[in-house]
């Protein structure tokens, strides 16, 4: 019998592209956005607004004439009250510049923490599938500096609408001045954002060079990290330390290609700018006829003006660094969120008492490699099946479909003549445990881990689990239970770990119990105190073996030999000795 996949047709509809802005805003809160934006107008108004006044309290000295005269009237407003408002003006200005700030801050670090919250909880939702094709270095990458530039990124963009909206009060102060002038430093201004276009261009290029130089940064330190005894036992130091530094100088080259390009372009507004403020005096002292102490309030709106225009720039130039950043991490959301696994449906899972069934199940990896066809088999509750055969030739494939991690691609599974559905497969791996060939155990003590498994389990079950899987030495370690293990228990030895990985499993109590290659890599009198806790396991629980040879696959009761995906031999109701 085949059929398409289960999963298909009840996964969510997260394959639409998201939109990067609405989602920001959406996880920042509009209403905040609104807020900072009120604050920025504020900002702006009361800056222009404070130039301005230089008019009027330069009036009071008697240096009415000009063609700057052309302000709203404040009547017989004397020179302690002009200072006065000017002073409240300043005083506003900043604590609106702050809040927006604080407010921006705030957004920002929504924003971020939701972005990697969101990205996180994707990938843990996601199907197996998926996540087994995937780099996870690069998601490392994406999930820890990727969600961090974003931070730059949406405070380089707050800072441009700020700016803007800023440079929109003093463009409509110079008008007020003077409308020749005020057009002017608008046309300039403008000009000089459209032409750093290209600069901007060029900034987004050095920022996808930067994600993938952080990307490759990610991998080169898994990998010497994971291979340190490797480059010690060959002396081959140095490489490491070649490699390494080889992955920092793509970034530092990305990183120092911004420097300078923005180092360019803040001396040519700088240069530019100056020479605008040149021109612009000089017109309006000999073409416009205007008094050179009134002409004050203008140059001091300009001065103001060409730092805030070069600021502008650098906040998009930054802006567009950092936008491939949103894109990598909003691409992996997209990614993920596609192929998202069917929801617990809170039915209960398979009781899984007479039999597990596999049906014509075949299974292909993305690219179309085949790794199951045609894959009929019986496992009988209670019972133990090793699954054997060289590398590559389906054993793990076919024992993630057992377990649940994935659904066949044609053909189907029956727990107790049930089909499993997409719902029924995540309630059908509270069922299962699974202890894989390189035991991993969290930081902290032995307890900590075990309880990882099951939260509520009493004293007496840790012991009875220790004991089960051959790992009573646990109570002569220091502290016993509370003994601390370090990162990933590194001071235990590799049979040890394993042993309390596989007590961890029993402690869950499950009705399948899944050693995936448990024994390849430890000692040989690990791997005969595991199979000898296995043998006495037998009829109690479901158990499946995965491996090539050895002591634990000749526990089981039946064996089952994979060639190229498809089921070449099977031994039937045969009782294999430990010893």
């Known amino acids: 019998m085949s059929n398409s996949s289960p999963d298909s047709a009840e996964r969510p509809a997260g394959s639409a592209r998201l939109s990067r802005w609405r989602l920001l805003i959406a996880l920042g809160g509009p209403g905040r956005l609104l807020a900072i934006v009120a604050l920025a107008v504020i900002t702006g108004l009361t800056e222009g607004v404070g130039l301005l006044m230089l008019v009027p309290i330069l009036q009071t000295f008697g240096t009415g004439d ?11 407003w004397s020179l302690g009250a002009l200072l006065a408002a000017f002073v409240g003006l300043v005083a506003t200005r900043a604590v609106a510049a702050g809040l927006r700030q604080h407010e921006g801050a705030r957004m920002t670090a929504r924003v971020v923490d939701g972005l990697r919250a969101r990205a996180l909880a994707a990938l843990v939702d996601a199907e197996w599938r998926h996540l087994a094709t995937m780099s996870q270095a690069q998601n490392r990458a994406l999930l820890i500096t990727g969600v961090d530039r974003v931070w730059r990124l949406l405070d380089q963009g707050l800072s441009a609408i700020a700016l803007v909206l800023n440079m929109a009060a003093l463009a409509v102060a110079a008008f007020v001045l003077s409308w020749q002038a005020g057009l002017a430093v608008a046309v300039v201004g403008g000009t000089i954002v459209l032409l750093y276009g290209r600069l901007r261009r060029s900034a987004r290029q050095l920022g996808e060079q930067l994600g993938e130089a952080y990307t490759a940064i990610h991998r080169r330190f898994e990998e010497i990290l994971g291979a340190l005894r490797l480059f010690k036992s060959f002396g081959r130091e140095d490489q490491a330390l070649g490699a390494a530094a080889s992955a920092f100088g793509s970034l530092r080259r990305a990183e120092f290609a911004f420097v300078v390009q923005n180092a360019v372009s803040r001396a040519a507004v700088q240069i530019g700018g100056a020479l605008l403020l040149a021109a612009l005096v000089w017109l309006a002292i000999e073409r416009w006829g205007a008094s050179p102490l009134v002409i004050l309030p203008f140059v001091v709106l300009c001065a103001r003006a060409l730092p805030q225009i070069q600021a502008m720039q650098e906040a998009l130039q930054n802006f567009a660094y950092a936008r491939p950043a949103l894109d990598e991490v909003v691409g ?42 045609g894959i009929d088999l019986d496992l009988p509750a209670r019972s133990s099946l090793a699954l054997v055969g060289r590398s590559g030739s389906g054993k793990s494939t076919l024992a993630d479909i057992i377990g649940g991690l994935l659904s066949p691609d044609s053909g189907r599974m029956l727990i107790d003549g049930v089909a499993l559905d997409a719902a029924a ?97 430890i000692d040989a009198s690990a791997e005969r105190a595991i199979a000898e806790a296995i043998g006495e396991l037998r009829g109690t629980l479901t158990i499946l073996i995965i491996g090539h040879r050895g002591l634990l696959t000749e526990v089981a009761d039946r064996r089952v030999e994979l060639r190229g995906g498809r089921i070449v031999a099977a031994e039937g109701e045969r009782q294999f000795s430990a010893n």
């Open 425 to 521: 497969r995540r309630a059908w791996r509270t069922e299962v445990a699974y202890v894989q060939q390189e035991a991993v155990l969290f930081s902290g003590t032995v307890r900590d881990n075990l309880l990882w498994a099951r939260p509520g389990a009493s004293e007496a079950e840790l012991a009875h689990a220790l004991e089960s899987a051959a790992a009573g030495f646990v109570f002569d370690l220091p502290g016993g239970l509370d003994c601390d293990l370090g990162e990933g228990g590194r001071q235990l030895s590799g049979g040890e770990r394993q042993r309390i990985a596989l007590a961890r499993a029993l402690l869950r109590r499950p009705r399948l119990l899944i050693l995936d290659e448990a024994t390849s890599a």
């Open 66 to 76: 000009g063609m700057f005269a052309r302000y709203v009237p404040l009547g017989t």
């Open 332 to 373: 992996l959301i997209e990614a993920v969120e596609a192929s998202a696994e069917a929801q617990p449906s809170g039915a209960s899972p398979p009781r899984f008492e007479q039999a597990l069934r596999l049906e014509q199940v075949g299974f292909a990896y993305h690219g179309g490699r085949g790794a199951l066809a």
